[in-house]
């Protein structure tokens, strides 16, 4: 689920509230080691993960 209350920010798993894949959003001056945020990259992992277990789920069938 998105992280979409006032509070949340670029640290938090789904902020950029993506639904269809894994999403970043990058300042335009911001260097390779400013961005993707830990957010970001959190959410990509998790996707990962999810992605992964259905892979053995399936294989399994």
Same mark, same amino acid.
């Given at each position: 689920m998105p992280s979409n209350k006032k509070e949340h920010g670029p640290e938090d798993i789904?902020?950029?509230a993506g639904?269809? $894949?894994?999403l970043a959003i990058s300042?335009?001056?911001a260097s390779v080691d400013e961005a993707p945020?830990?957010?970001d990259l959190k959410t990509a992992e998790l996707? $990962?993960?999810r992605v992964a277990q259905l892979a053995q789920w399936r294989k399994g069938r």
């Open positions: 789904n902020w950029t639904s269809a $894949g894994a300042p335009s001056d945020r830990s957010g996707l $990962g993960q």
